[in-house]
């Protein structure tokens, strides 16, 4: 891979997102150096006339690329950092296969384990979203548990290697707990979140970049 290509990215994230992780996570394993710009999220600042300029949709992460173009959603940013590498494969099925995991985290996986995390790490006892937390909950074991309906007979999402879907399934799993849904009724899957954890270049959560 020629980091070359990669030189003078910027990211725009907050550290405690999981969304904004996957891209600093993938970027660690590639051993890219990057500008890393927080960006406040519960201040309004992905709303304020110069982010949106960056991105319209007023959300991090956002990548901003060598040639000043920006590219936002967390797992297109993971598709092009991860083209010509091994953590997308090759073959028109397996990158299909790949879409579907990364599809199923944005629809079915994120809105139910990432959704509860932030109630509960962000907004206060009596704000009226907690409300929403037993239905949410529930959804996020139902897609915890294909999760684990799948790991218990393969080591990895696609392709039996680690790739861009386990990095997108991983980001809020792995801190599925702190949106009180628990992980011992899931052993295939807590033994992938330590494959993940092995990986060279992990890098964890909250873990500042060091930006250039």
Do not use: C
Not at 51 to 76: C, K, M, V, Y
């Amino acid at each position: 891979m020629n980091t070359q290509s990669f030189r003078m990215l910027t990211l725009f994230d907050y550290l405690d997102s999981g969304n904004g992780y996957k891209a600093r996570l993938l970027m660690s394993h590639l051993g890219l150096s990057y500008r890393y710009i927080e960006v406040d999220i519960l201040m309004g600042q992905t709303r304020t006339r110069d982010f949106l300029a960056r991105n319209p949709n007023g959300r991090i992460p956002t990548l901003q690329l060598p040639d000043g173009e920006h590219l936002w959603e967390s797992d297109a940013i993971l598709w092009y950092l991860a083209e010509g590498t091994d953590f997308l494969p090759d073959g028109r099925l397996l990158r299909a296969k790949v879409l579907q995991w990364m599809f199923f985290e944005q629809y079915s996986h994120e809105p139910n384990v990432a959704t509860p995390r932030f109630i509960m790490r962000h907004l206060p006892a009596d704000d009226p979203r907690r409300a929403e937390l037993p239905q949410r909950q529930a959804r996020g074991r139902e897609a915890l548990s294909v999760m684990e309906g799948h790991l218990a007979v393969h080591p990895w999402f696609v392709a039996g290697r680690y790739t861009i879907a386990d990095i997108a399934l991983y980001a809020y799993t792995h801190v599925a707990e702190d949106g009180g849904i628990a992980l011992e009724p899931y052993p295939a899957l807590r033994a992938w979140l330590a494959r993940v954890r092995a990986q060279p270049g992990y890098v964890g959560l909250l873990d500042r970049p060091k930006s250039i």
